[in-house]
């Protein structure tokens, strides 16, 4: 399966990196935090035994944002570990405060692009969950190649996932959640867990900051969970 390229033969990223906005309690917690709990990503793989110094369950949240629902899940389960990939520094400032304010030892970052992350960092069949809630929906047909759920995308995380590992997503928009269904039910190692095309009615999760922002919009919630086989 291909990579989605440029016309400069450059690979199309799923993300814009928005520069300012960060705050000055976030820049401050990223230079005094930033070594103790965000990965440097070398294009290596990892070791998350040595990372987590112990051999429990691991999560990975793909694009976090401002992280108050890895913050929420991470505290909630002690007795899993949590990777959470993201972009965008504010949101790694954010969540670097919370893990010192409430003494978080379960949680690391990634700030890379989660694609690179899923194609080199990690081993096959390693991890139980892995958790997209809210991609950038890329709404515009011409930018529909920029979304992070593409098939080449999904067989890697597909990859990666221990047998009956899940994969949950989640978005506000409707054409996106049928995108999602479209592209992982071809995937042949996945299965839907709720039923064939059926979405998650009270899914697990903690609500998102993007999450509250579309149901203010009056948008519906889809949540999709598939499993490993
Ligand atoms: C619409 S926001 C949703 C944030 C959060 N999940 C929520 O529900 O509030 C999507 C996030 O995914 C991040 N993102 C998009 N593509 C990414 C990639 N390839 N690797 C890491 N993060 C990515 C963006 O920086 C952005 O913060």
Redesign the pocket.
């Known amino acids: 399966m291909k990579n989605h390229k440029d016309n400069k033969g450059r690979p199309v990223?799923?993300?814009v990196i928005r520069s300012g906005r960060i705050t000055n309690s976030q820049r401050q917690a990223i230079g005094r935090l930033w070594d103790d709990h965000v990965i440097p990503f070398s294009g290596d793989l990892l070791d998350l035994g040595e990372i987590f110094q112990n051999s429990l369950p691991i999560t990975v949240e793909?694009?976090?944002?401002?992280g108050s629902?890895l913050i929420d899940m991470a505290c909630e389960r002690s007795d899993a570990n949590f990777l959470g990939?993201?972009?965008?520094k504010p949101?790694i400032g954010k969540v670097l405060k919370g893990i010192e304010k409430l003494g978080i030892k379960n949680l690391k970052l990634i700030c890379h692009?989660?694609?690179e992350v899923f194609n080199h960092a990690f081993e096959d069949e390693t991890l139980d969950r892995v958790l997209v809630?809210?991609?950038?929906p890329w709404p515009k047909k011409k930018h529909a190649k920029r979304r992070?759920i593409q098939p080449e995308f999904v067989s890697k995380v597909s990859e990666k996932l221990k047998n009956n590992g899940c994969l949950h997503l989640a978005t506000d928009w409707s054409p996106y959640a049928e995108h999602m269904i479209e592209v992982i039910d071809k995937i042949p190692s996945l299965s839907n867990a709720i039923a064939p095309k059926v979405f998650w009615e009270n899914p697990e999760r903690p609500e998102?900051?993007?999450?509250k922002r579309g149901k203010k919009l009056g948008n519906r919630i889809w949540d999709l969970l598939y499993q490993k086989e």
């Open positions: 990223r799923s993300y793909i694009g976090f944002g401002m629902s990939i993201e972009v965008h949101g692009d989660a694609a809630f809210f991609p950038d992070i998102t900051k993007f999450e």
